[in-house]
């Protein structure tokens, strides 16, 4: 499959309809070989799983690869301070798939593991 095929097939993943997220506020990961920890806000839902915004020169985006399975901390809306880890894969990075958020990639994120 060439880029073009990619960006096509991850802007078609996007095309179904999104709500604001209701029981995760943000989630917070680390990946091998970087020492920072990354938190991001959680931007919309589907029954595909969650998206995250990411600047397009962040060094985490060249660690981040569509099946890649990570181990990621959720920040639950309504308790403060609570989290939940739960086993998550990078379902999609997509650049530019939505012209609000210019200069930034969406990450799709698909928890595995059974939510509570």
Excluded: W
């Excluded at 806000?41 to 962040?58: A, P, T, W």
């Excluded at 060094?59 to 181990?71: M, P, Q, R």
Aim: with cysteine; hydrophobic share 30%; glycine share 4%.
């Amino acid at each position: 499959m060439n880029e073009q095929d990619h960006q096509k097939n991850d802007q078609e993943r996007r095309s179904e309809q999104r709500i604001a997220p209701d029981r995760y506020y943000s989630v917070q990961f680390s990946v091998k070989d970087l020492a920072y920890i990354y938190q991001f806000k959680i931007r919309d839902v589907s029954s595909d799983g969650l998206c995250i915004l990411v600047d397009e020169n962040s060094e985490v985006l060249n660690h981040l690869k569509a099946g890649d399975v990570i181990e990621m901390k959720y920040y639950l809306s309504e308790s403060m301070g609570t989290t939940e880890s739960l086993k998550t894969e990078i379902r999609h990075v997509t650049k530019d798939a939505d012209t609000r958020f210019k200069g930034h990639c969406q990450v799709g994120l698909l928890i595995l593991d059974e939510q509570p």
